[in-house]
């Protein structure tokens, strides 16, 4: 299986940016599909971001798209999500989230089809 530690969250005004990170350890990365989502408190867990393995093509979430920038370093073992033009309304906890397929052109949206999950990080942006 494989163990994600996110990082990167905090505090930030309206406007600004961030960037976070997600390191993958264990099993190989590169079969592995992954995506972005976030829990503001007291909401469910909703999708952000996720990214095909095949050709990088990527997904959004319609209150991120044009703002957020989701990608993969296979060599780092890692995920980013470039977060700009950050709104009060992005304050949440960001979960990096991942799932084992051997099939290159797989990427999903649905928390529930994911399996491995990082602890988060919380990003909270101020008005």
């Known amino acids: 299986q494989v163990q994600l530690v996110e990082s990167g969250g905090g505090l930030v005004q309206a406007g600004g940016s961030l960037r976070l990170s997600c390191a993958a350890s264990g099993r190989t990365f590169s079969s592995y599909s992954m995506g972005w989502f976030r829990q503001a408190q007291g909401k469910e867990r909703e999708f952000v971001a996720a990214?095909?393995?095949?050709?990088?093509?990527?997904y959004y979430a319609d209150s991120v798209k044009g703002r957020f920038t989701i990608s993969r370093d296979y060599a780092k073992n890692t995920q980013y999500l470039q977060m700009n033009s950050l709104k009060p309304e992005d304050t949440a906890v960001y979960f990096c989230?991942?799932?084992?397929?051997?099939?290159?052109?797989?990427?999903?949206?649905?928390?529930?089809?994911?399996?491995?999950w990082g602890r988060g990080t919380q990003v909270t942006v101020s008005s």
């Open positions: 989230a991942g799932r084992y397929s051997s099939n290159d052109y797989y990427i999903t949206t649905k928390r529930e089809e994911y399996h491995y």
């Open positions: 990214i095909r393995r095949s050709d990088r093509s990527t």
